[in-house]
């Protein structure tokens, strides 16, 4: 009993919600109506007044038409100047970074160290100071008295660094084998290097050439220009504006309410 009762309550709600809402609605389609034929009720519902009330709704239809297809063209016709625009952007953006990724050279990570030399992979670093691979000199010479060893590292300047190693604690063949690794990495440095000459000279030509390339994006400006020039010499909007002001003349001077 009690299951059913509760089940009776729940259908009876549902019902009423449906009720409330169907009348609400109804509420304000009603109201909709005086406000969009105003008057008084004769005029908004009655059978006598719909040509009065389908002419209104034809002038008001006919600038409505001719608005909305005014805005949807300019807004299209915005929409191409920013999609060139962002693609005229994007273009330069990426040559740009590219620019800068090969115009920046990082050291890179260490692939090795002997004493105050550290082999990195774009570079060697002694002490404080980064010495670019590419274009760098590298040599080895054992001392006279063969208990030392010496690396010389001579930059395309002319600006040379020394470094001695003991023999005690850096064998020879150790030196040697150290020096023939910066020796490799440098030869594999100059030979990116040359790949990066002719991969700055294509990028630096893209961001000319990307730079340059303003006609779809000027092309888009003027046929905007031109539709929002096609627009303000219609004559067919003033034309439906004067009929539309027309028809709320004759609704007023029937109901002596003009409609908006």
Known sequence: ???????????????????????????????????????GWTYAFHQEHREARSALDDARGTVRGLRRTARREKWRARAAVQRAEWAYRRRVRRAEAELRQLDTTHRGARIEQLGAIALHKHA??????????????????????KSASYVYLTQPDGLEHMERYGGAQYP????????????NAVAAADKLKEQRVGSLRAVKAELREARSATEQMEEAKERLEETRARHDADVRLPKARMALDDARSTWQSLTGRRPL
């Open 124 to 145: 060697v670093v002694v002490g404080n100071n980064e010495i670019a691979l590419a274009g760098l000199q590298v040599r080895f010479e054992l001392g006279r008295s």
């Open 1 to 39: 009993m009690a299951t059913a009762m509760h089940s009776w309550k729940g259908h009876f709600m549902f019902v009423l919600g449906w009720a409330i809402a169907v009348t609400a609605l109804a509420m304000w389609w009603v109201l909709w109506r005086i406000v969009r034929y105003p008057g």
């Open 172 to 183: 020879e063949d150790a030196v040697r084998r150290f020096v023939v690794r910066v020796q």
